[in-house]
């Protein structure tokens, strides 16, 4: 038996050993006072610690943050919370407060441990019994200054879809896949993603676009621009390419370990973007250990299913709308999905190399068929998840 052979059973155990962890608690409501749920907070366990995500308690509660020598200024009502990643000790209007473990940072997300939450904003937060939801006092007027019951937002009871983020992938320096006629994969997404844009706006969905121009990003740039716009979905649009020009058609992926060689080669070829990267943000993806990368899936876990639902819809859209075939949903390690505090899909609108697939993409008509069906995608999206709320 290998060593090779050894490590990759190793890996998939850890793999599952973590997953079934998970398993036991992978959300609670965060609450009003009256018990309507407002969201859901991912859950992580460490050890014997669980940890949740500070953003969309922020949301709720109106919180305002700022950044000082790395160190996150946390203003909720009444109170300072000063928060340092990797430190188990927090500053609360003064005084210190010792956590149950550290505060850990993923691609721009702060993680804490729910079990201090309440210490950590004792105006706005308080817990249930046992820590099984959390529950928002109130939400923080930042133009007054003080807080409003959550019963006062009684009109916005049901869960509402908030955003989309658009992400054109490449851009820049990193012109991404070369295609026939001269075709540059950087180009052609950034089109697709603005007639997408127009389309969902018509329909009155707020649209977010990682960039508008020919600018270039880091991977991990795309992906804390969501988290920090607090999109609902995230989409990272590109084009592919192959040896074998008969090699056509659109795909979709979500984020977890390839399960496939040609997935694997997918994921090996978008990620190649982290080669424009400098090289210290390159180290972070270079010295990616397995823990990490298993961590990482479980950050992204609760959406799982979103992810997987929203990437068939949108295959079936494209098909419908223009014709491309897709191949079935398939899962890689991509880096510019990894922290994505939504579901995240990363789209292959189809094959540069591919005669039929170019004369598609090449043209405005074909172009402007797909960005209506990432609209159309989006828009089934909003009414399931809207649906699955109340």
Known sequence: ?????????????????????????????????????????PVMQRGDVRIVPLAPISNWGGFETSMDRGRYMVQSLKCLTIIEPRNNFVEVNGTFVQ????????????????????????????????????????????????????TDLAQSADWRFGKVILDPGHGGKDPGGHGLVA????DLVLDIARRAESALQKEGIEVVMTRRDDSFLTLAQRTRLANA?????????????????????????????ARSDWAEKVAKDENKSVTFERDGEQAKYEDMS????????????????????????????????????????????????????????????????????????????????????????????????????R
């Not at 998939?12 to 969201?39: F, H, K, N, V, W």
């Not at 721009?108 to 105006?123: A, I, K, M, Q, Y």
């Not at 590109?238 to 020009?245: E, I, V």
């Open 290 to 389: 397995e823990d990490n990368f298993i961590l990482m899936t479980m950050a992204t876990s609760q959406y799982l299913l979103d992810s997987e639902r929203w990437a068939g819809v949108l295959l079936d859209e494209v098909k419908n709308r223009t014709g491309i075939q897709g191949r079935a949903v398939d899962q890689a390690g991509f880096y510019v999905l990894m922290g994505a505090a939504m579901p995240a899909v990363l789209f292959e609108c189809g094959y540069l190399s591919n005669p039929d697939d170019a004369r598609l993409l090449g043209s405005e008509r074909g172009r402007q068929l797909i960005g209506e069906a990432i609209a159309a995608s989006v828009l089934k999206m909003k009414f399931e998840m809207e649906a699955a709320a």
């Open 99 to 150: 956590m149950a473990s550290a505060a850990e940072l993923w691609d721009g997300s702060l993680w804490l441990p729910l079990v201090n939450l309440d210490e950590l904003f004792p105006t706005t937060i308080e817990l249930g019994d046992s820590a099984d939801t959390v529950r928002m006092l109130g939400i923080l007027d930042s133009a007054s200054g003080v807080v409003r019951p959550m």
């Open 1 to 41: 038996m290998s060593r090779r052979f050894i490590k990759v059973a190793i890996w998939m155990i850890t793999l599952l050993a973590a997953a079934y962890q998970l398993s036991a608690a992978t959300a609670l409501p965060l609450t009003d006072l009256t018990g309507l749920t407002l969201a859901k907070l």
């Open 229 to 257: 716009e607090a999109g609902d979905l995230f989409l990272s649009i590109h084009c592919n390419s192959n040896d074998d020009p008969r090699v056509a058609g659109a795909e979709c992926y979500i984020l977890q370990s």
């Open 183 to 186: 075709l540059l994969e950087k």
